[in-house]
């Protein structure tokens, strides 16, 4: 919009776009994932994160799935979350044509914070992959989850297959969104997709393209190269199947496993300026184990709002003096009232 | 056509090259300590031994487990094909710019951290979640430093950028000597480097990679240690052809492309000295240090965007 103001139509054009298509591709891995926690809710009948684990044995489709999921929310190539991201970079870096140095500053910088939260996104996916899917189960049902039915596998798979198809072929995707920044402003975004279907080309062949399909095809190429290097035909495929190593220690048992609170701790402290956080771990009491809790706040509703709320609750409970419950009083505050209206008019 | 194969040789190189980057910095390092050391060839010899060995998978392995490497490594591959190493005559390049790129490097880390969890050690999480700390401290300050040169270059495809570098003549921009030191200090810090991980050890003073990949043996740990010698030469030659650009081809002339290839292995082996000496001199930082570090990096990031749009733009 603000491009739009300054009469830079086709960057207009190109960020209109880039939101567009990271709104299509919400719609698509979010749908993705709130299936694929359905499935493990409705399969595990469990809704603790910390009580899952192990689960791509039971559910290999639904992890596949989710997997997916994972890697388009965090915006990582060649899938869809990353192409509307690319986007996104690629209107942010042409702020330098505003005239005005704030905005033009500002644009980049919102890009770098879109950054963090890309990252801390992965993170957060990395978690919740990790904890779910992976590693041991940490609760018997957990451990004799079943497959979902087909119908809810079918669900995911399309969904699924949408989110690589539009990560690796955005010029289509774009071309057909292109329709609605041309009726809105009269410019489209028409050289993005021209040079040729497989190079997406927002500003100029000179300034940034990506290839998606040549992307996945040279990454590809490259496993099949390194995976037939190190499997040559003559040789048997020589993987043997052992027990965990423990370092003598005795057998390792699914709670010496990180759990999802100890995965985001790191993160937790390093942000902890910004969110109100406080963590006990309360010492056993007759016989029980200690207790843990965290609780999480925001900083800007303990200092700002509730104070706010705190102050009008105090107000309100002054006002509430002159409610006597007595008609004749109400009766007569109403009478004042238009006798004070009455003078305020005349 | 030319192209094509000059940039399936020059990848080709850089992956052949890399054990002997992360080789000579060890050996340096090691001479450097009074100690005799393996010789820079050493790790030629680790990865053929670690290829040729069974492997060994842990009952609870998945089949993330078993991909990881694989993906890792390819990964890293495609990431290091789209880099201008000798010439900026790529046509990789255009496939993917720096964006692109640092998508990539996020990939392999993503796969990277899942593996280190799918075992269910308490070992392999704790990297795992260090890993994706320290990556996401990184990763803002790492693109701020791209989005400066790209700005300044007006691309952020990297053969325009290097090449608009090259061309351009020497003044000395404050914002790319800001953003170059940003970009070294992630680069440090994303290639597990002192002082963030040591690379020399296992278990206890090595805490972030080698506890991810700690279940690994055979012919998948040496992918993934493959890979991560990549990682630190795709950083060293990112180093060598943005920070100092001179000496890169560009064209495709023979007596161009020696000297480009004369260059930038100058520049790296150079780069392996400056780091081994820095190794050397300074002690790990702690874990809960390193945000500083990185905070460190993002504000020079940060200042070099700022003295671009203040000084240079307009």
Redesign the interface.
Known sequence: MIFHATGHLEIAALALIAALYHCLNHALFKGLLFLGAGAVLQQSRQHDMEKM??L??RM?VTAACF?VGC?SI????PFNG?VSE?LT??AA?QG?VLHS?IL??ML??A???L??T???A??CF??V???V????PRSPQVAEAQESPFGMQFAQVMLAVCCLGFGIFPTWVVRAINVIPENLMGVGLTKAANTSWL?LTPIG???????AL??LF???L??LI??FF?HPLRRDN????????DCGFGP?N?R???TSL??????R??FSILWFISEKVEPGRQGKGPRYSLQLGDWLWLMVYVPIGKIILKLAERTSRIQGGNLRVYLSYSFFTLLFLLWVIV | MTGWIFAMMQTLCVVLFAPFMAGWVKWLKCRLQNRRGPGPWQPYRDLLKLSRKEVLLAVTASPVFRAAPYVVFSVTVVAVSVVPTVSVQLPTAALADVIVLVGFLALARFFLSLAGMDIGTAFGGMGSSREVTISSLAEPALLMAFFTLSMNASSTNLSTVISHLVRSDFILYPSLIFSSMGFILVAIAETGRIPIDNPDTHLELTMIHEAMILEYSGRHLALMEWAAMLKLTLYSVLIANLVIPWGVALTLAPGDILLGILAVVCKLLALGVLLAVAETVQAKLRLFRAPQFLGLAFILSLLGMMSHIILEVG
């Open positions: 684990g192990g791509i044995r290999p997997l890697i965090s915006a990582l190539p990353f690319w970079f690629q870096l330098t140095g033009g500053a980049p910088i890009s770098a914070m950054a963090l890309g990252a801390l992965a993170a990395v978690k992959y990790g904890v899917f992976l590693g041991r190079w062949k000179q300034t940034a393209s990506y290839g040549s992307v040279g990454l590809l490259s496993w390194v995976y190190l020589r993987i043997r199947i052992a027990t965990v190593w390792l699914s010496m496993q990180y100890a995965f985001s701790m790191p993160i402290r390093i």
